[in-house]
């Protein structure tokens, strides 16, 4: 399985900013809060779509970014996906970030 398929679509910073149409600082801000899920590789995050897609569906107008419950672990099919995203990001020469 490769590490698309099982982790879905993977943004950084500037991509999930883009996409909720917010400030790159705000969006670090919530990952670094975990109110948003995301995964942390040295300085840079990174985020599933589906995670940034989720917001709408449980965020309501108004609200404040309210810490969500602690997440499910993820199962053993996922960790080993995403290990090997970040290996290949790795090995592309990732953690280069520019805003």
């Known amino acids: 399985m490769s590490a698309d398929r099982a ?15 917010l400030n ?3 969006v670090r801000r919530l990952c670094r809060d975990g109110r948003v ?3 942390k590789f040295g300085k840079s995050w990174r985020l599933r779509e589906s995670d940034i897609d989720a917001l709408f569906i449980t965020h309501r107008p108004g609200d404040r970014w309210a810490k969500k419950p602690a997440l499910a672990p993820p199962s053993a099919d996922e960790v080993a996906a995403f290990e090997l995203y970040a290996q290949d990001w790795l090995d592309r020469g990732g953690g280069a970030e520019t805003p």
């Open 24 to 26: 790159h600082e705000t």
């Open 7 to 21: 982790l879905g679509r993977i943004l950084t910073i500037a991509e999930a900013a883009a996409r909720l149409k």
């Open 37 to 39: 899920p995301a995964a």
